[in-house]
């Protein structure tokens, strides 16, 4: 079973920045793609960016695309999201998850991990 542990949420200011990490642990040979999703209370759950272990590929929300950046180390199994220009609008709970191939829906992934609170105030 794939364990992903996400680290680094909190509570920052608009216009400010934050990095969220995941760390990967057991069968990760069995996965492809890492993603990071976040929801709000009321909501379903949303697609923000995904990257592969193997090659460079990334993919964005149009919401997200060029404030945030997704970043995988493969020696440490582990995949990091900077946020930077921070918007109220991007508070929320973001979850790390994994799968084998690429997905925009929740429902591509497989494995998830706890999530992390992030808070933009105003």
């Known amino acids: 079973q794939v364990q992903l542990v996400e680290s680094g949420g909190g509570l920052v200011q608009a216009g400010g920045s934050l990095r969220l990490s995941c760390a990967a642990s057991g069968p990760i040979f069995s996965t492809n793609f890492m993603a990071w999703f976040r929801q709000v209370p009321g909501k379903e759950r949303e697609f923000v960016a995904a990257?592969?272990?193997?090659?460079?590929?990334?993919y964005y929300s149009d919401l997200v695309r060029g404030r945030f950046s997704i970043f995988r180390d493969n020696a440490k199994n582990t995949v990091t999201l900077h946020m930077n220009s921070l918007k109220p609008e991007d508070t929320a709970v973001y979850y790390c998850a994994a799968d084998t191939q690429y997905g925009s829906m929740s429902l591509d992934y497989h494995f998830w991990g706890q999530g992390t609170q992030v808070t933009v105030s105003s």
């Open positions: 990257t592969s272990w193997g090659d460079s590929e990334t």
